[in-house]
């Protein structure tokens, strides 16, 4: 209690959808974009072709399905308590903001020590389709990836060891956005991308903490992505 007011605990996830979240985890990470890379690969041949936008739009509104389905009572519950408590999205938000900024100029010198072939696809597919680009990023991955990633893998080791949970979970997801590129160009240099992906990770980690919901990350991190979409056109 804190005064005459009840402080609501850390919306987890349960159970089953613990169990069913790491049955979703690799399909999302490993399977789904190995299979649409080779199905892009087939439709290609067969004089079939759809824009690396149109398959990446497709693949981030399968998974969201998948999330929402999976996650819809998590996702319902942590909707309802940032409904009662609004200050605490904001504050989240803010603290995930200062700690992104925070640690971005602390490993400043240490990143863009390898070319990331993300950037340039990323930037090479708001060019060529905007709209794609912003329903995949700023809206289905976000959703994905913070329930994925900061409810999911964050929250089961939460419990248990805090430390550990960060260390976790922003190793896997600063190698989820770089281990396509080490597979295709054979490069092991380019693991030194993963730099580029403490901060954010760390940031979004934090405002979840700070928020007690998964729609403060959520949000936090549709605003990151809309931020590169539009530096793309600055």
Known sequence: ??????VEPQNWLNKREVRDGWRAFPLYCFILPLLFGWLAGVLRDGGVRFSSGTMNLLFYLLMAGIVCVLFRSFLGRSLQKAFRHPK?????ILWGVCTDLLLRAMLRPMTHLAENWNTGQFAVQTEQA??????????????????????????????????????VTTALFCMLHV????????????????????????ALIFCYEKSGTIWAPILLHAGMNMYALLAVYW
């Not at 209690?1 to 009840?6: A, D, I, K, L, P």
């Not at 605490?88 to 989240?92: E, N, R, S, T, W």
């Not at 912003?134 to 994925?148: G, K, Q």
């Not at 490069?187 to 993963?194: A, Q």
């Open 130 to 167: 905007p709209l794609l680009v912003l329903v995949a990023t700023v809206i289905c991955a976000p959703v994905v990836e913070e329930t994925l990633f900061r409810g999911l893998v964050f929250g089961s080791l939460r419990r248990s060891h805090r430390l550990l949970a960060y260390g």
């Open 1 to 6: 209690m804190n005064g005459n007011r009840t």
């Open 179 to 202: 281990w396509q590129q080490v597979l295709r160009t054979g490069d092991l240099h380019s693991l030194s991308l993963m730099v580029e992906y403490i901060a954010p990770s760390v």
């Open 88 to 92: 605490m999205i904001v504050q989240g």
